[in-house]
Each structure stands twice: as structure tokens, then as C-alpha cells.
T-cell receptor, first 109, second 112 residues
Framework: QKEVEQDPGPLSVPEGAIVSLNCTYS??????FMWYRQYSRKGPELLMY????GNKEDGRFTAQVDKSSKYISLFIRDSQPSDSATYLC?????????FGQGTRLTINP | NAGVTQTPKFQVLKTGQSMTLQCAQD?????MSWYRQDPGMGLRLIHY???????DQGEVPNGYNVSRSTTEDFPLRLLSAAPSQTSVYFC???????????FGDGTRLSIL
């Protein structure tokens, strides 16, 4: 079993919809949780970075962490075609950084 | 504002050839890492370094060598290229253990 599970999609939604992306994990030692966005033929770029359980908001993006359920989510409000990308969750334990498989998201105009 | 710079962007090799993928960062980050990204596999750690002169193996180190003689540079060497090493390679750096990673734009490598 992988330490971090993420549905690879693809996920396709209409412009303006609320998008929910999720990851589950099995290692309770993970301490920091991140979401990266990766456009085609580019490297991943950091979107959100959280430590504690709860919500963290940045513009149209909200990251949610539930350590008791080992479950993290990224919500995108008022989705735009420019949000079309692959979204990767990642989490750290000491030196170790583990990535989910990535979810490919398409926002249709 | 360069961040993490990888060269070359594309490369085609024949089986058995060797080559070095270059990575440089200008953020004075201590931690640097190499990942490979394959369809359906996500990002897998090849080797990493926590400072100049210190390197360690990641999840998939076989067939690759690294060295870290300076803080800025972290080259990845393929000793004898195999078709299984066809992939997109990303270099990343971060300031500390719990700091977020900054990635380069990748090297697309094909082994024939």
C-alpha cells in the first residue's frame, strides 16, 4: 500500500464550479502538508503549505487537513480555465517528502 | 530571479551511454533533491543532499550517482543509460527540513 493515495482522475468540471481534490495517507508521523500545481511541461509549483489540522485559505484556494482521519483536501472556488493542471499533494516526515500520484484537472469554459 | 535551473531541457541517449544532468540553485538552500516522474507513478526520490559534501539515497537510486561539492550545484549522473530510465527528471531545493520544495522545470530524457 502506498503511503499517500491520490485519485489520478482525470477530473473535468465547468468554469465557475467548486473543485475538491483529496489525498489520504497512512503514516501518522507526517507533519507538514502541501499542495503543488503542475502545468504541462513545467515543474511543480507550491500552492498551499499547512501544518495543523483545520483550514487555510489563500484567495480562491482552501487547504483542509484532518489528521485524525489522515485526510487532506484542496478546494478551488470559482474555478477558471487557467486552473487546468495536475495537482499533487505532498507531506513530510523529517527528511522524507512523499508525493501523491497527482490529479489531472481540466476546467471547461 | 532564477530559482532552480536544470540543463539540458531535452536529451536523447542510446542504451549504455552516460551523461550528467545539471542542477543549480541560487537561493542558498542547503537541501537539494532529484526526482523522476513517470506516468501513474508520481514523483519518486532518486537521491538527496542536506548540504555540501553530504548525499544519501532515496527511493529509486540504482543506476544514478550524485555529488555535492558546492551549495549551489547538484548534478545527477547516469552511469550506463537503460530504457527504464526514460523519464522526466526534476531537481528541487529547500531551505530546511520542513520548508517547501522549489522545483526546476525538468529534463525530459529518452533512452533508445
Amino acid at each position: 500500500q502506498k503511503e499517500v493515495e491520490q485519485d489520478p482522475g482525470p477530473l473535468s468540471v465547468p468554469e465557475g464550479a467548486i473543485v475538491s481534490l483529496n489525498c489520504t495517507y497512512s503514516n501518522s508521523a507526517f507533519q507538514y502538508f502541501m499542495w503543488y500545481r503542475q502545468y504541462s511541461r513545467k515543474g511543480p509549483e507550491l500552492l498551499m503549505y499547512t501544518y495543523s489540522s483545520g483550514n487555510k485559505e489563500d484567495g480562491r484556494f482552501t487547504a483542509q487537513v484532518d489528521k485524525s482521519s489522515k485526510y487532506i483536501s484542496l478546494f478551488i472556488r470559482d474555478s477558471q480555465p487557467s486552473d487546468s493542471a495536475t495537482y499533487l499533494c505532498a507531506m513530510t516526515q523529517a527528511q522524507k517528502l512523499v508525493f501523491g500520484q497527482g490529479t489531472r484537472l481540466t476546467i471547461n469554459p | 530571479n532564477a530559482g532552480v535551473t536544470q540543463t539540458p531541457k531535452f536529451q536523447v541517449l542510446k542504451t549504455g551511454q552516460s551523461m550528467t544532468l545539471q542542477c543549480a540553485q541560487d537561493m542558498n538552500h542547503e537541501y537539494m533533491s532529484w526526482y523522476r516522474q513517470d506516468p501513474g507513478m508520481g514523483l519518486r526520490l532518486i537521491h538527496y543532499s542536506v548540504g555540501a559534501g553530504i548525499t544519501d539515497q532515496g527511493e529509486v537510486p540504482n543506476g544514478y550517482n550524485v555529488s555535492r561539492s558546492t551549495t549551489e550545484d547538484f548534478p545527477l549522473r547516469l552511469l550506463s543509460a537503460a530504457p527504464s530510465q526514460t523519464s522526466v527528471y526534476f531537481c528541487a531545493s529547500r531551505a530546511g527540513t520542513f520548508q517547501p520544495q522549489h522545483f526546476g522545470d525538468g529534463t525530459r530524457l529518452s533512452i533508445l
